[in-house]
């Protein structure tokens, strides 16, 4: 068993993410796992666990978001 580095539970399907930062993250959840790992939206602040959009060196959840903050030439959908 291995203990989850958000949660603390010592669970027995716990298991690890390897980043390509070379990081190992133990999680007993992908809740876990995407409340430590996800990016979070420079707009509203929700954790993107999809795509998302990057530009400017700022990361959002949606077009919507990345407007919001000045970038007009994006769209979530053609």
């Not at 010592?10 to 996800?38: P, R």
């Not at 990016?39 to 999809?50: E, F």
Request: aromatic fraction near 6%.
């Amino acid at each position: 068993m291995a203990i989850c580095e958000v949660c603390g539970n010592d669970y027995s399907l716990s298991f690890e993410v390897h980043t390509v930062d070379g990081s190992v993250h133990t999680f007993d959840s992908i809740e876990c796992a995407a409340h430590k790992l996800a990016p979070i939206c420079d707009n509203c602040g929700c954790k993107v666990l999809g795509h998302g959009h990057q530009v400017g060196g700022q990361f959002f959840c949606c077009a919507h978001c990345a407007r919001a903050q000045g970038h007009a030439e994006l769209a979530d959908s053609a």
